[in-house]
C-alpha cells in the first residue's frame, strides 16, 4: 500500500470537460509534486509545491492548473484537454523541497481525453 | 543538461539468478541517485536514495553502488524472485539540483 493516495484510479474526459485530480499525504511532508509519464516512458515532472507554495512549473500549459489547498492536499485541474494529453498522472511528495529526500509516489491517475 | 541512460533496455533471466542493473548519468556533480521499482499500471516505489559519500546502499537482497567519478550507479538484486519482475529506474539530480531526472528504465521479468 501507498502513502500518497490519488483520486481517482482512472478518468476518461472529454475535450470540453473540466475536470479535477486529487492527491492526499498525511505524512507530514512538505513538498508535493505533480508528473506525466506517457505509455514506455520515464515520469516527466510537471510542478512542485514546496510549503504550499509552487516552486517549479516545467513549462506546462495552462489548460492544467495545480492547486495545493494545504500540505496535506495536492490537486490538478483539468480544462480542455487535448487527446495526447492522454497518460498516467502520478503525484509525490517528499519531507523537503530538495533532492536529498526520498520520493514517495501515488499510484496515479489513468487519464483517457476523447 | 543531465540525461540519464540504463543498459539493459529489458532483462529476463531465470528465479534464483544475481543480476546487475545500470544507471549512467553525464554530469557526474550529483549528491545522491535514487532507485525506483514500478510495476506495471502503479506509482513508483522508492528502493534506495544512495547518498554520494555512501558509495553503497543495501536493503535487503538490494545492493545499490554509485560511482560519481565514472558517472555510473548499479543496482546488484541477489538470488532472483518472480516476484522482483518490474520496470526499475534510476534518477539523478538535474544541474540545478531542484528535481531528479530519470532514466528510461530497464523492465525485469524473472521466470519461475
Known amino acids: 500500500d501507498t502513502e500518497v493516495t490519488q483520486t481517482p484510479k482512472h478518468l476518461v474526459m472529454g475535450m470540453t470537460n473540466k475536470k479535477s485530480l486529487k492527491c492526499e499525504q498525511h505524512?507530514?511532508?512538505?513538498?508535493m509534486y505533480w508528473y506525466k509519464q506517457k505509455a514506455k516512458k520515464p515520469p516527466e515532472l510537471m510542478f512542485v509545491?514546496?510549503?504550499?507554495?509552487?516552486?517549479i512549473n516545467e513549462s506546462v500549459p495552462s489548460r492544467f492548473s495545480p492547486e495545493c489547498p494545504n500540505s496535506s492536499l495536492l490537486n490538478l485541474h483539468l480544462h480542455a484537454l487535448q487527446p495526447e494529453d492522454s497518460a498516467l498522472y502520478l503525484c509525490a511528495s517528499s519531507a523537503r523541497d530538495t533532492i536529498n529526500s526520498p520520493l514517495h509516489f501515488g499510484n496515479g491517475t489513468r487519464l483517457t481525453v476523447t | 543538461k543531465q540525461e540519464v541512460t540504463q543498459i539493459p533496455a529489458a532483462l529476463s533471466v531465470p528465479e534464483g539468478e544475481n543480476l546487475v542493473l545500470n544507471c549512467s548519468f553525464t554530469?557526474?556533480?550529483?549528491?545522491?541517485l535514487q532507485w525506483f521499482r514500478q510495476d506495471p499500471g502503479k506509482g513508483l516505489t522508492s528502493l534506495l536514495l544512495i547518498q554520494s559519500s555512501q558509495r553503497e546502499q543495501t536493503s535487503g537482497r538490494l545492493n545499490a553502488s554509485l560511482d560519481k567519478s565514472s558517472g555510473r550507479s548499479t543496482l546488484y538484486i541477489a538470488a532472483s524472485q518472480p516476484g522482483d519482475s518490474a520496470t526499475y529506474l534510476c534518477a539523478a539530480p538535474d544541474n540545478y539540483g531542484q528535481n531528479f531526472v530519470f532514466g528510461p528504465g530497464t523492465r525485469l521479468s524473472v521466470l519461475p
Open positions: 554530469d557526474s556533480a550529483i549528491y545522491n
Open positions: 505524512m507530514g511532508h512538505r513538498a
Open positions: 509545491y514546496s510549503y504550499e507554495k509552487l516552486s
